[in-house]
């Protein structure tokens, strides 16, 4: 039987939409569907990210089960980057919210034309 665990954050929605909400995790996420990819690659797929940003953000991944990150003993060494199941099961509502953006684009951004000439 798993033990009670202690939740740092009790509520999951904000738990979990607090670390993958932010503006790359789930750009991430995306490029690495169905595939495993090197650093270098990951930051061409998500494109206008830093190093810096990149790294911290497979990081946070990798802490929170979505991403698996393998290190081959090789000079220089190979490190590799892909989806675990938990970050595969995660891509169904992240391609819903995708294609639902792709669809009200427009419509948000008139709506915030319409607001800021109120």
Known sequence: MVADIE????CPIRDVLDRIGDQW????LEALDGRTLR???LMRAVGDISKQMLSTTVRRLEQDGFIARVLYPEVPPRVEYSLTPLGSSFLLPLKT???WADTNH???VEARKRYSTR
């Open 7 to 10: 939740f740092e954050q009790p």
């Open 25 to 28: 995790s789930l750009l991430v």
């Open 39 to 41: 650093f270098n690659e």
């Open 97 to 99: 919210l995708i294609s």
């Open 106 to 108: 427009r419509a948000v």
